[in-house]
Every structure is written in structure tokens, then in C-alpha cells.
Nanobody, 116 residues
Framework: QVQLVESGGGLVQPGGSLRLSCAAS????????MGWYRQAPGKERELVAR???????TYADSVAGRFTISRDNAKKTAYLQMNSLKPEDTAVYYC??????????WGQGTQVTVSS
């Protein structure tokens, strides 16, 4: 069974940093895309960042220049470095993984709260 383990969320002051991790296991297939979506109270879920197997990245306009996504293909793990955090970044962040066999999976979500 495929399992995604997320970590790194927490409470941070505006301007601070957090590093999220998402580790995938349980599949023999190569992962096409890894990334994070987030959902803030009263808002729809939105794509935050995504990275392909080859390292091509996509960012939401609201986080571009502040967040950096990377991945270690051997470890099947993605990382989201979140710098210069703002209160509007507060949300539950969900890891998302898409395999080459077209199957997709979601992590359990981790809370990120940016507040003074």
C-alpha cells in the first residue's frame, strides 16, 4: 500500500521559515510529480508547488520567490522550504504524489500557522 508521510508543519512568526517533507513508500513505480496543495479556512484547496521527476518546478504566484520545492528521487522524498512566511500562508498543507501508472495519492495534511 502506498503511504505518504508528511512532516515539518508548526507555528511560526511572520518572516520565519519552515521546511516540509513528504516521503512516499509502498510502490514499485516511478513518481512523476510530487507537490503540495494547501487549504486555508474558508478557501478552496490550491496548488502551492509541484516538481517533476526531472526537476521542473511550478509555483503559485503567491509563494514564488519565497518557497522552494526539491526532491530526492532515490529517497522518494520531496521537500518544501518555506521562507519569509506570511499570515496568509496559514493553511493545512497536503502532500500530493502522482505516479507514472496514473495513480495519485494524498498525504494526511500538516498544519502551518503563521502568527505573531
Amino acid at each position: 500500500q502506498v503511504q505518504l508521510v508528511e512532516s515539518g508543519g508548526g507555528l511560526v512568526q511572520p518572516g520565519g521559515s519552515l521546511r516540509l517533507s513528504c516521503a512516499a513508500s509502498g510502490s514499485i513505480f516511478v513518481i512523476n510529480f510530487m507537490g503540495w496543495y494547501r487549504q486555508a479556512p474558508g478557501k478552496e484547496r490550491e496548488l502551492v508547488a509541484r516538481i517533476s521527476f526531472a526537476g521542473i518546478t511550478t509555483y503559485a504566484d503567491s509563494v514564488a520567490g519565497r518557497f522552494t520545492i526539491s526532491r530526492d528521487n532515490a529517497k522518494k522524498t520531496a521537500y518544501l522550504q518555506m521562507n519569509s512566511l506570511k499570515p496568509e500562508d496559514t493553511a493545512v498543507y497536503y502532500c500530493h504524489v502522482a505516479y507514472v501508472n496514473k495513480r495519485e495519492y494524498w498525504g494526511q495534511g500538516t498544519q502551518v500557522t503563521v502568527s505573531s
